[in-house]
């Protein structure tokens, strides 16, 4: 499977050049590793980044010779800075550069199921004990880690990457009452994934009840989240860890959803909206794009915050810690 090599020695000059910025300082200064900003440990050799005004006094007092930074950071004496100003996008672009990842080893590992029925491009790779359902699809450049189960019928895009422990294409929760017990309502449809693609580990996508749960291109799902049946996630959005979406869900391109935040049926969040962590959004809500929400049920951040102070007030009166 894809792993990490080990680390490229780099000159500040070549890595300045090869992200192609602007180098103020020693461009013969050697880089031989990476840490955060407020690494106590991080070395003359390794490199930092500084994205924002608040910290600049932390990146003069790094120990690192060499730091990624906005064009207006002064740096201390010796210190190299290449200048950026999206200096933490740059600086996971020289992550890649000084860290590459091996090529994909294109194939079937032989531990993995795969049904004859499936369709996997001769360029991607299956790791140990996955499970390929009949008819599945998976795109170019693909990677399945281990243990990543793909039920039948699922299309999964080019140059995706699912983690271990992935579930794709169980059954959306689907009952209906009848008399004194629940009937299972069958679970006909299926997935879509789009291309480029990323999900996290132990995340579990539901098939439509009819029709296709839709995970749309460049989309990013962290670990341990559950998209139910039917719902439709645009474009290059982003789902953090432990959030749950119930059936019949939207989301709009670019939208970003907290952690562990719960979602409805039938919401819609629209196109470029924030929701906050731990955000509840009811059934059938419509979340607008602009200001993030926040809280449950979630509401404007200005408004959550203010009636946070006025129950802080209204306790403080009445004498309760």
Request: glycine share 14%; hydrophobic share 45%; aromatic share 4%.
């Amino acid at each position: 499977m894809l792993a990490s090599q080990k680390m490229k020695d780099c000159r500040a000059g070549t890595l300045a050049a090869q992200l192609g910025l602007e180098l103020r300082g020693n461009p013969e200064q050697q880089i031989r590793g990476a840490a955060a900003l407020d690494d106590a440990s991080a070395g003359p050799e390794q490199l930092t980044f500084v994205g924002h005004p608040k910290v600049f006094a932390a990146g003069i007092a790094s120990c690192a010779r060499c730091l990624i930074a906005l064009p207006e950071f002064v740096a201390a004496e010796g210190q190299t800075v290449i200048v950026s100003s999206q200096p933490r996008a740059h600086f996971a672009a020289a992550l890649e550069l000084l860290f590459p990842r091996q090529s994909a080893g294109p194939g079937i590992h032989p531990t993995a199921v795969v049904d004859p029925t499936a369709v996997i491009d001769p360029t991607a790779e299956i790791g140990p004990l996955v499970t390929i359902g009949a008819g599945v699809q998976v795109g170019a450049h693909s990677v399945l880690y281990p243990r990543v189960t793909v039920y039948h019928g699922v299309v999964i895009g080019a140059r995706c990457v699912v983690h271990s422990g992935a579930v794709l294409g169980a059954d959306g929760f689907g009952f209906e009452r009848v008399g004194a017990a629940y009937r299972k309502v069958p679970q006909v449809g299926t997935v879509e994934i789009g291309d480029d693609v990323e999900i996290g580990a132990n995340t579990c996508i539901d098939r439509a009840t009819l029709g296709v749960t839709v995970i749309g291109e460049g989309t990013k799902l962290d670990n341990m989240v559950h998209i139910a049946h039917n719902c439709k996630i645009g474009r290059h959005v982003l789902i953090a860890a432990q959030t749950g979406l119930a059936g019949g869900v939207a989301v709009g391109d670019y939208a970003i959803v907290g952690g562990q935040v719960g979602v409805g049926d039938k919401a819609r969040i629209e196109s470029g909206a924030i929701i906050g962590s731990g955000a509840g959004i009811l059934t059938s809500k419509i979340v607008r794009a602009g200001e993030p929400v926040w809280g449950t049920p979630a509401r404007p951040l200005r408004q959550y915050l203010g009636q946070l102070a006025t129950l802080a007030r209204l306790a403080k009166r009445r004498g309760t810690p």
